[in-house]
């Protein structure tokens, strides 16, 4: 089975500019989450999608939005973007079968930096 | 405010060594503690702990929970240069389908 893929793996943005990120979960899950990785903050999470609707928001502001395909293929967007979004992007899909976390499969992230 | 804590931030140990890494952690309605490893981009998957006191282990790795003291512990012995990573802790609680939080992680660094 493919893992989860992520596009694009790196990208240079310019503050004020908006960007979206792509995320193809394992073949079968339904369940996709996205988290913003920094240094100082470590893993945080941002958004989780299953079956094309935002089940769970993390505390991020509204310039970071998501959304959900048919095919559970996911897309992250943020606008007006601030030199503090620099940050690794990562997608974690589960099957989401009685929940199993556990089973939360990780892809490389996009490498996401302003300038 | 729920959080999550790693110790310590950083470590470097030489090969051979056995090294401990902690996550204690402050949630309402604990429900699970899973372990990842991340070495370049996706973290990976090693443990997941529910009940306190049974120990989990593959090869050199273990991990134990203590749901009284709030904490627990990665283990690793006989270290490998390959054990160098990010270990990261993550904890779920609450209602079923809130999202994991995680801590800062551990970077341990093995050394020839």
């Known amino acids: 089975k493919a893992g989860v893929t992520q596009t694009p793996r790196y990208l240079i943005k310019t503050r004020g500019q908006q960007v979206t990120l792509s995320c193809s979960p394992i073949?079968?899950?339904?369940?996709v989450s996205w988290y913003q990785q920094t240094p100082g903050q470590g893993l945080q999470f941002l958004f989780e999608y299953f079956s094309e609707t935002q089940r769970n928001k993390g505390n991020f502001p509204g310039r970071f939005s998501g959304r959900q395909f048919s095919n559970s293929r996911s897309e992250m967007n943020v606008s007006t973007l601030e030199l503090g979004d620099s940050a690794l992007y990562l997608c974690?899909?589960?099957?989401?079968?009685?929940?199993?976390?556990?089973?939360?499969?990780f892809g490389p992230g996009t490498r996401l930096t302003v300038t | 405010e729920d959080k999550v804590v790693q110790s310590p931030l950083s470590l470097v140990v030489h090969e051979g060594d056995t090294v401990t890494l902690n996550c204690s952690y402050e949630?309402?309605?604990?429900?699970?503690l899973l372990w990842y490893k991340q070495e370049k981009k996706a973290p990976t998957f090693l443990f997941m702990l529910t009940s306190s006191g049974i120990e989990k282990k593959s090869g050199r790795l273990s991990s134990i929970l203590d749901k009284k003291e709030l904490f627990s512990i990665l283990n690793i012995t006989a270290t490998q240069t390959g054990d160098s990573a990010v270990y990261l802790c993550a904890v779920e609680f609450g209602l079923i389908n809130t999202p994991l939080v995680f801590g800062k992680g551990t970077r341990l660094s093995v050394i020839a």
């Open positions: 974690a899909s589960s099957s989401d079968l009685g929940r199993a976390l556990y089973e939360q499969y």
């Open positions: 949630v309402t309605n604990f429900r699970s």
């Open positions: 073949s079968g899950h339904r369940s």
